[in-house]
């Protein structure tokens, strides 16, 4: 059973950043992709960023310039560095894991294993 755990949520007024993390426990999680999603309510589960094993990444364009998803393989966690926030950001965040070697995957269907989530407020 993989178990990966998200943290770093909370509230926090517009303009202002957040740091989440996800540590992963179960496999070794330096071989896979790793990825960021958020759902707000009522609203579908959207792509944030992901990562592959190697480092290289790529963000959802509503995002982008604003969050920084990183990796520290060595202790099986991923980031994701979020500043600027604004409203909109308001949701649960989720961390999710594909197994099967895919390169920079943003669909929720491409990824195998995911956490609980933490929930990021935003303030006007």
């Known amino acids: 059973q993989v178990q990966l755990v998200e943290s770093g949520g909370g509230l926090v007024q517009a303009g202002g950043s957040l740091r989440l993390s996800c540590a992963a426990s179960g496999r070794t999680f330096s071989v896979y992709a790793m990825g960021w999603f958020r759902q707000a309510p009522g609203k579908e589960r959207e792509f944030v960023a992901c990562?592959?094993?190697?480092?290289?990444?790529r963000s959802a364009d509503s995002v982008k310039g604003r969050f920084t998803i990183s990796r520290d393989n060595a202790n099986n966690t991923v980031w994701l560095q979020m500043n600027s926030l604004k409203p909109d950001d308001t949701a649960v965040y989720y961390c999710?894991?594909?197994?099967?070697?895919?390169?920079?995957?943003?669909?929720?269907?491409?990824?195998?294993?995911w956490g609980q989530g933490t929930q990021v407020t935003v303030s006007s």
């Open positions: 999710a894991e594909d197994t099967r070697g895919r390169w920079l995957p943003a669909r929720q269907v491409e990824y195998d294993y």
């Open positions: 990562i592959s094993r190697s480092g290289i990444s």
